[in-house]
């Protein structure tokens, strides 16, 4: 039986040990962290649980399932749960996205199939209702960038938009401060990177796919799970793996890779106070870019220059970290994400306990915490409203109040939906922390998939035979950092070390992501213009005119059945 060691037990990590278990490999896998699960992982909040109660649920960040995740969500299907079910089945459907802004009143859109008159009225107003201080030049103007990412070949994506950024694409610097406001955040809080700094392929192509599921909703455009992560996930993961015969280390940090002849001849792995070196047939990396960049020595190198992008990649890194706030009673505010538009630190948020459906609160803490806003900060560098200081400028206990202070400018409007008496306790995520200097750092930053970074970006196999790679800086169909492309990683990783063990198992499948397959023609005739040297002519003026015919045709039919005594009762 061949062995496969796998390095981080992340999703990725997790992803591997499935696929290489279940075609007949000893498998074994070494975690730094004390709780599996990577950045997916939840985080009991220390020394709060009481009387026998669990410790209270906090995590690095607030998970989400988009309608086109498809490997994850393969894998989640494959996971028991309980006799009758998997962990797939523990996804629940998040039927709304909230759009907040300072001062203005909060408005929730359906982005699952409307099951009432009330849901096809909230989406009315919201989009001819609320005042978002854009013209319709400006609107025409954001949806022709993303027809022309639609209409374009995969050639021209992946030559052209790759060496422009999602700002420059959008000419961010003659746009307006509402158009900012609105498309920008909108970008930046479903994207994750900055508007700035992230490639237009890869921006483009995801926020596409995820608006084009909001516009046109189905019953699971937006998923969530039914419980904490490690509790309805990971644990079961790990449970089923090990039945199969995986063996899962944690607080095993690796603190180098062994070179002989051009090959990987083992791994130093620290645990446990103790150094020891472990061997196998193959070894798979999932650890990320940059804990994985610093083991790449100079002998690697010469047995595989491509790995020198990793060194680069580390640098592309940006921070994306979570805080909970425990309450003493339950705050929906909507059913799904909350995006704060005007936030200056990028804040998202999700009310957790209504889609925590049979989990009882008072399990954890003492007792008291009734709801759950998860929040995840994605901008540190730019000054807060409260004390005008920077994130990564302030102390844990000043992170809580300013996130706290933006939380309540831009929900508590006609009504004091957050109240500071409400407030249990809170959690930061402890990757942020301070170094000697007072200095802080952040021990899990994310990826961005910055302009010209995929030439850095390695494939999941080597030049180093029995070297595989799976993280989410490997290049991928899926293209971001998230859960989908660890996944699709693994497999790519897994499927690369079958055909190096001569194996006849079955390959990992892989899908094809942001096809959008009924824009075909679009795609063949952009083809063959690039092909050409041609720029892209995709209809462009032509579309235009039909978007602003919509939106006319929109608010005129939306201001005249207003008027009527019928269409208001049935809205009511």
Same mark, same amino acid.
């Given at each position: 039986m061949k062995k496969a060691i796998i390095l981080g037990g992340g999703v990725a990590g997790l992803s591997a040990a499935h696929e290489l278990i279940? $075609? &007949?490999?000893?498998?074994?896998?070494?975690e730094s962290k004390t709780i599996p699960g990577g950045?997916? $992982?939840?985080?009991? #909040?220390?020394?709060? &649980?009481?009387?026998? $109660?669990?410790?209270?649920? &906090?995590?690095?960040?607030?998970r989400c399932f988009p309608g086109f995740y498809r490997h994850i969500i393969d894998t989640m299907r494959r996971i028991p749960y309980d006799q009758n079910q998997s962990v797939y089945d523990q996804l629940v459907t998040a039927r709304e996205m909230g759009l907040a802004r300072f001062n203005h009143q909060l408005v929730a859109i359906s982005t699952s199939i409307p099951k009432s008159m009330t849901g096809i009225k909230k989406n009315m107003k919201a989009l001819f209702d609320s005042d978002w201080g854009l013209s319709e030049e400006e609107v025409v103007f954001f949806t022709e960038r993303l027809w022309q990412v639609m209409t374009s070949c995969r050639e021209r994506i992946m030559d052209e938009y790759e060496r422009i950024s999602w700002?420059?694409?959008?000419d961010g610097d003659n746009q307006s401060k509402n158009f900012h406001e609105?498309?920008?955040?909108?970008? $930046?809080?479903l994207v994750a990177a900055k508007s700035t700094e992230a490639s237009a392929k890869t921006f483009g192509t995801v926020l596409s796919q995820l608006l084009m599921g909001i516009i046109t909703p189905t019953n699971d455009s937006d998923r969530v799970l039914n419980g904490p992560t490690n509790e309805v996930w990971i644990d079961p993961w790990i449970s089923f793996l090990k039945q199969k015969g995986v063996s899962y280390y944690t607080n095993a940090t690796v603190s180098g890779l062994q070179l002989k002849e051009g090959k990987i001849?083992?791994?130093?792995?620290?645990?446990?106070?103790?150094?020891?070196? #472990?061997?196998?047939?193959?070894?798979?990396?999932?650890?990320?870019? @940059?804990?994985?960049?610093?083991? #790449?020595?100079?002998?690697?190198?010469?047995a595989d220059p491509t790995l020198s992008g990793l060194k680069k990649l580390a640098k592309d890194v940006d921070w994306m970290n979570g805080i909970q706030f425990f309450m003493k009673r339950e705050v929906p505010i909507v059913n799904g994400h909350l995006i704060i538009m005007d936030s200056p630190w990028a804040i998202t948020a999700i009310s957790q306990k209504q889609f925590w459906i049979g989990n009882d609160l008072q399990q954890y803490g003492d007792g008291q915490v009734r709801g759950i806003i998860s929040v995840d900060i994605s901008e540190w560098n730019k000054p807060g409203i409260l004390l005008g200081k920077k994130a990564i400028e302030c102390t844990k206990e000043e992170i809580k109040d @300013?996130?706290?202070?933006?939380?309540?400018?831009?929900?508590?409007h006609e009504k004091e939906l957050l109240r500071d008496e409400d407030v249990h306790s809170w959690f930061l995520?402890?990757?942020?922390?301070?170094?000697?200097? &007072?200095?802080?750092?952040?021990?899990?930053?994310?990826?961005?998939?910055?302009?010209?970074?995929?030439?850095l970006r390695p494939y999941a196999f080597t030049g180093i035979p029995n070297l595989f790679l799976a993280s989410d800086y490997v290049r991928t169909n899926t293209d971001l950092a998230s859960m989908e492309a660890a996944n699709e990683a693994a497999r790519r990783a897994v499927n690369g070390i079958l055909d190096a063990a001569d194996s006849r198992k079955r390959k990992c499948k892989i899908w094809d992501m942001y096809k959008f397959d009924l824009l075909t023609p679009w795609h063949i005739h952009d083809w063959v213009r690039y092909r050409k040297g041609l720029p892209w002519d995709g209809g462009a003026s032509f579309f235009s005119r039909g978007i602003h015919l919509l939106l006319y045709a929109g608010k005129y039919a939306w201001g005249k059945a207003k008027k009527f005594k019928w269409f208001r009762s049935v809205f009511k």
């Amino acid at each position: 039986m061949k062995k496969a060691i796998i390095l981080g037990g992340g999703v990725a990590g997790l992803s591997a040990a499935h696929e290489l278990i279940e $075609r &007949g490999f000893d498998v074994a896998v070494y975690e730094s962290k004390t709780i599996p699960g990577g950045k997916a $992982r939840s985080i009991p #909040v220390p020394h709060s &649980g009481t009387d026998g $109660r669990k410790n209270l649920p &906090g995590e690095h960040g607030f998970r989400c399932f988009p309608g086109f995740y498809r490997h994850i969500i393969d894998t989640m299907r494959r996971i028991p749960y309980d006799q009758n079910q998997s962990v797939y089945d523990q996804l629940v459907t998040a039927r709304e996205m909230g759009l907040a802004r300072f001062n203005h009143q909060l408005v929730a859109i359906s982005t699952s199939i409307p099951k009432s008159m009330t849901g096809i009225k909230k989406n009315m107003k919201a989009l001819f209702d609320s005042d978002w201080g854009l013209s319709e030049e400006e609107v025409v103007f954001f949806t022709e960038r993303l027809w022309q990412v639609m209409t374009s070949c995969r050639e021209r994506i992946m030559d052209e938009y790759e060496r422009i950024s999602w700002w420059d694409y959008l000419d961010g610097d003659n746009q307006s401060k509402n158009f900012h406001e609105v498309f920008a955040s909108i970008s $930046r809080s479903l994207v994750a990177a900055k508007s700035t700094e992230a490639s237009a392929k890869t921006f483009g192509t995801v926020l596409s796919q995820l608006l084009m599921g909001i516009i046109t909703p189905t019953n699971d455009s937006d998923r969530v799970l039914n419980g904490p992560t490690n509790e309805v996930w990971i644990d079961p993961w790990i449970s089923f793996l090990k039945q199969k015969g995986v063996s899962y280390y944690t607080n095993a940090t690796v603190s180098g890779l062994q070179l002989k002849e051009g090959k990987i001849t083992g791994v130093h792995i620290h645990r446990d106070g103790y150094e020891e070196l #472990v061997k196998a047939d193959f070894y798979l990396s999932t650890l990320p870019v @940059e804990a994985m960049a610093p083991l #790449v020595t100079s002998d690697m190198l010469r047995a595989d220059p491509t790995l020198s992008g990793l060194k680069k990649l580390a640098k592309d890194v940006d921070w994306m970290n979570g805080i909970q706030f425990f309450m003493k009673r339950e705050v929906p505010i909507v059913n799904g994400h909350l995006i704060i538009m005007d936030s200056p630190w990028a804040i998202t948020a999700i009310s957790q306990k209504q889609f925590w459906i049979g989990n009882d609160l008072q399990q954890y803490g003492d007792g008291q915490v009734r709801g759950i806003i998860s929040v995840d900060i994605s901008e540190w560098n730019k000054p807060g409203i409260l004390l005008g200081k920077k994130a990564i400028e302030c102390t844990k206990e000043e992170i809580k109040d @300013e996130v706290w202070a933006q939380l309540k400018k831009a929900l508590n409007h006609e009504k004091e939906l957050l109240r500071d008496e409400d407030v249990h306790s809170w959690f930061l995520d402890p990757d942020i922390n301070f170094d000697i200097s &007072g200095k802080m750092i952040n021990s899990e930053p994310l990826l961005i998939n910055k302009v010209f970074a995929w030439s850095l970006r390695p494939y999941a196999f080597t030049g180093i035979p029995n070297l595989f790679l799976a993280s989410d800086y490997v290049r991928t169909n899926t293209d971001l950092a998230s859960m989908e492309a660890a996944n699709e990683a693994a497999r790519r990783a897994v499927n690369g070390i079958l055909d190096a063990a001569d194996s006849r198992k079955r390959k990992c499948k892989i899908w094809d992501m942001y096809k959008f397959d009924l824009l075909t023609p679009w795609h063949i005739h952009d083809w063959v213009r690039y092909r050409k040297g041609l720029p892209w002519d995709g209809g462009a003026s032509f579309f235009s005119r039909g978007i602003h015919l919509l939106l006319y045709a929109g608010k005129y039919a939306w201001g005249k059945a207003k008027k009527f005594k019928w269409f208001r009762s049935v809205f009511k």
